[in-house]
């Protein structure tokens, strides 16, 4: 199993009412596909599809009981060889009693039948006049081999104890039958097709998979179903946590491959807890050889930010709302007679001057209240200067500026500094004298200062130290760079004129700390020569804290999701240079101002994000080393 994925797969097999010969082929033929042609590890077939799941009141009937269990045998035989857990719906019966059941099968054996408990559920079939719900366990008579029968089994691969699978049935679906202990699980569905009932399906199985904090698998029954009174079309949905990984649509493709995380998956329910006891349930161990290549999911380039025009637009809107409204309170709070900030012309300081802006419209505050200091020195350019001046005029705050440059020359002198050495004393000397200014006309204005770093900044500790890392409140601490851009251009493609102009003139101003001399007034420094692409180093940071991927799966993956844009020694490269500064720089973060959550990914120390100033990266580095 690579990297903690399974190769998974629910398909809709061709079927022929009642005629179990042509069924068994059928289905013999998918699994050879799905096996030896795509590598599946588990592969899930709709309910009753041995026999059909239109079949009425045939059910009853020796003939058609008795070829299921022949065609059973041979679909277990012709697994002998194969490594996969296979999931076959048939009908049973035991002491008198029908069982609409999923035949669980692994290298040639039937492990167990699993029973339905929802008898006429969401499937529509008039079950309750045929099947029955399973009190207890029992066994089941299979060709001389005692199989168990029942409802409270969990099947668990020898060779990674992270793949757990439960079984439902159709409407189970909705009762959420499975066990809890189940990280991955199966159900086989015959639901046919109306208006809405493939998206309802599919919201369905999305919810299970969210609150359960699982992998879910459904195969739905299509072609080759009775349709007396009903269509059936197929429907197949696998979903990972509440999030679709892939899906087939009525009277579509049959065969739905995909990988699910079940590392991911482990690491979710270790952080979130389970309810699971080994005592709830009975576990049988199978076999798996993950005998796949690559994996086939797609993984977002920009995992923060939307990928629908859309929701990208309103998901900006609220962003900039949730940091407005923590802005809000906290100027209410402390009394505040202003908000100050330095602003710089590039991203961050332009999204956090338009967050205080709407906080002082939501307090009915004065603009003049907002303080905008631009504050040039050695590396400034005319450009980002102008837009300082230009966006602070166009928005009416309050816009002061303050050239640092003669303090900044004499503290190097002070210090027996090098005006000509441009090391990282030079840097960090304006940007603390930039923040002592801040701090200072806070005081003078009964004031906050709003801090502008991003979350990509605290990631990597690109900051200065009691510089720029210090603030009264640090309104984008959550949002990482390849999102901040968003949001600013959401909020210039709303507005018109000159304010427009000049956030899209921002927009389009590479990302720089301007601490070095200008080269003939244009940036001479930019960020992204320095520390990596923020593309790379927000992907690396979402899949790193968020997913709890390993250094070795990260590089896997990202060297897949960004292929053809940098070389694999590229994204090594930047991939090291985050997990050094990601443990080295911890320390800032422990002792970062207040600021708001806005997503799923926080470093805030009081929050969700604990780890010691001092711990060591040698493992996550020996991993890179390694490769």
């Not at 797609?298 to 859309?310: D, L, M, N, R, S």
């Not at 602003?343 to 009915?364: E, F, R």
């Amino acid at each position: 199993m690579k990297f903690g994925y399974a190769k998974v797969c629910a398909v809709t097999p061709e079927v022929k009412v009642a005629d179990v010969q042509f069924n068994t082929s059928s289905i013999i033929d998918c699994i050879d596909k799905a096996y030896n042609e795509n590598g599946a590890e588990i592969i899930v077939f709709p309910e009753l599809c041995l026999t059909g799941a239109t079949c009425g009141d045939l059910f009853f009937t020796d003939v058609l009981q008795e070829a299921a269990l022949l065609g059973l045998k041979e679909i277990a035989k012709n697994t002998l060889n194969k490594k996969a857990l296979i999931f076959v719906g048939l009908p049973l019966r035991k002491n008198n009693k029908l069982y609409n059941v999923a035949a669980v099968i692994n290298e040639g054996k039937v492990l167990s039948y699993i029973t339905k408990t929802a008898i006429g559920g969401v499937s529509d079939l008039g079950e309750n006049r045929y099947f029955s719900s399973l009190e207890s366990n029992l066994t089941f008579d299979f060709f001389g081999q005692e199989i168990p029968l029942g409802k409270n089994f969990i099947f668990t691969c020898k060779d990674n104890q992270n793949l757990t699978v439960g079984v439902e049935i159709g409407g189970d679906l909705l009762q959420w039958t499975a066990p809890s202990g189940a990280n991955l699980i199966v159900n086989l569905c015959a639901t046919p097709i109306t208006v809405g009932k493939s998206e309802l399906l599919q919201e369905n199985v999305l919810s299970r998979s969210r609150f359960s904090k699982c992998g879910y698998i459904l195969s739905n029954a299509g072609e080759g179903e009775s349709t007396s009174e009903m269509v059936f079309g197929g429907c197949n949905v696998v979903c990972e946590n509440g999030k679709l990984l892939n899906s087939t649509k009525p009277f579509g493709e049959k065969y739905c491959y995909t990988e699910i995380d079940l590392s991911f998956i482990a690491s979710e329910r270790t952080k979130g807890g389970d309810n699971y006891t080994d005592s709830q349930v009975q576990s049988i161990d199978f076999t798996c050889d993950g005998n796949w290549g690559d994996i086939t999911r797609v993984y977002e380039k920009t995992p923060f930010v939307p990928t629908e025009e859309k929701m990208l637009g309103e998901r900006a809107e609220l962003i900039l709302s949730i940091q407005a409204e923590g802005l809000k309170k906290r100027v209410a709070h402390a009394h505040s007679g202003s908000v100050v900030l330095g602003l710089s012309g590039g991203l961050d300081s332009t999204l956090a001057i338009l967050v205080a802006v709407t906080a002082m419209k939501k307090l009915n505050r004065p603009l003049k209240d907002v303080i905008a200091l631009t504050m040039p020195c050695f590396g400034t350019t005319s450009r980002t200067f102008q837009n300082t001046i230009k966006l602070g005029k166009a928005l009416g705050v309050t816009l002061k500026k303050v050239d640092i440059g003669k303090a900044v020359t004499r503290h190097l002198k002070d210090i027996n500094h090098p005006l000509d050495l441009f090391d990282v004393t030079f840097e960090n000397a304006q940007a603390r004298e930039r923040t002592q200014v801040l701090m200072d006309v806070a005081n003078m204005s009964n004031g906050l200062v709003i801090g502008t770093g991003d979350l990509s900044e605290v990631a990597l500790g690109w900051s200065t130290y009691n510089g720029d890392h210090m603030s009264m409140y640090a309104v984008n601490n959550s949002i990482p760079k390849t999102l901040v851009r968003h949001v600013v251009e959401a909020y210039a493609n709303k507005s018109k004129g000159k304010l427009k102009a000049v956030l899209m003139d921002i927009l389009d101003t590479p990302v720089s700390p301007e601490l070095l001399p200008a080269e003939n007034d244009a940036i001479s420094q930019k960020t992204e020569d320095i520390v990596g692409p923020y593309i790379l180093h927000d992907f690396f940071l979402f899949n790193m804290v968020r997913r709890g991927f390993s250094p070795e799966k990260l590089y896997y993956v990202a060297c897949k999701t960004f292929e053809g844009d940098f070389k694999k020694e590229t994204i090594l490269k930047w991939l090291k240079i985050f997990v050094k500064r990601f443990f080295i720089q911890q320390f800032k973060r422990s002792c970062a101002p207040d600021g708001i959550k806005v997503g799923s990914v926080g470093l805030s120390a009081r929050g969700e994000w604990k780890m010691p100033s001092d711990a060591v990266c040698k493992l996550w580095l020996d991993q890179l080393e390694n490769l």
